[in-house]
């Protein structure tokens, strides 16, 4: 802020990820990572600097931020608000990554290749992936917020390939939440197998969709995300501001169906 910026703020994580995979009955891979780093933003007016770093120290840190701030042109400096810790409320993780072997994510892998040949005759091949991560982050900015998250999610997922009359089709299913391996004591592995085989199966025996134009109905989840490349960017503050949006000086108008119901929290 010395250089006479607008704003700055200061972005810390550590990350551990893990996963293990089986392919056919066999470990496919076992892997796991650890990221760790801070980046740091500053703006003037409408630039934005930024620079990143895996030095963590204060002089680490101190050379990250003023390399960030050469966008700075004015040699003023701003009032910066003192840091207030701001605590957030995590989820209460009972069964952490950490805690798991991996002789036991491999015993969740073989009970879902298990169940998934069980389920249909026309199983001929299974794979299956548990994956975890846990992500501390820390932001502090020159507005005084100062503030951490603890994040920790867990993945599961079961990918089948049924074969049939010279065919070949494939069935999956997936489960995340942000929990430990408790997650594992709200869903049944063999239910998530029997779940992508039985999609799969299924496909053996499926007609072609026909062309033409044909009214759509979108389920949950993927209705999300064909929204967003729809419309979500045209919503973004950042273009609405410079005006490269179609949402621009609209406010107060109609701009989609009446079946359409839409709201920002």
């Known amino acids: 802020m010395s250089d006479g910026a607008d704003f700055a703020e200061v972005f810390v994580e550590d990350k551990k990820s893990s996963a293990v995979s ?19 933003r500053v703006i003037y ?9 895996s030095d963590l120290s204060l002089e680490g840190l101190l050379d990250a ?3 960030a701030a050469q966008v700075s042109s004015s040699s003023s400096s ?7 810790y701001q605590p957030h409320q995590t989820p209460n993780i009972m069964r952490p990554a950490a805690e798991i072997t991996n002789n036991e994510k491999i015993a969740l892998l073989n009970e879902a290749d298990s169940a998934a040949r069980a389920a249909s005759d026309a ?4 794979s299956a992936r548990v994956g975890d991560s846990r992500r501390q982050i820390l932001v502090a900015n020159s507005d005084g917020l100062f503030v951490t998250d603890d994040q920790s999610k867990t993945l ?7 074969a049939g009359d010279g065919q070949l089709q494939r069935g999956s299913e997936a489960i995340g939440h942000a929990l430990g ?5 709200n869903y ?6 029997a779940k992508a085989a039985s999609r799969a199966a299924r496909k053996l025996n499926a007609k072609s969709a026909p062309s033409g134009t044909w009214p759509v109905v979108i389920g949950p989840g993927s209705g999300g995300v064909v929204f967003h490349e729809a419309c979500g960017h045209g919503l973004e503050a950042d273009l609405v501001y410079k005006g490269a949006s179609v949402y621009a000086d609209r406010v107060g108008e109609k701009v989609a169906s009446d079946l359409v119901t839409l709201i920002d929290d």
Do not use: C, M, P, W
Not at 23 to 39: I, W
Not at 46 to 51: I, K, P, R, V
Not at 188 to 193: G, K, L, T, W
């Open 22 to 40: 089986l392919d056919d009955n066999k470990v496919e891979s076992l892997s796991s990572s650890t990221d760790r780093g801070a980046g740091i």
């Open 45 to 53: 007016g409408e630039t934005t600097g930024f620079s990143h770093t």
């Open 65 to 67: 931020a003023r390399l």
């Open 78 to 84: 701003k009032q910066v608000g003192d840091l207030s």
């Open 123 to 126: 199983i001929t091949q299974v």
């Open 156 to 162: 599961f997922v079961v990918s089948t390939v049924a």
């Open 181 to 185: 391996y408790e997650l594992f004591d």
């Open 188 to 193: 049944d592995v063999s239910e998530i197998a």
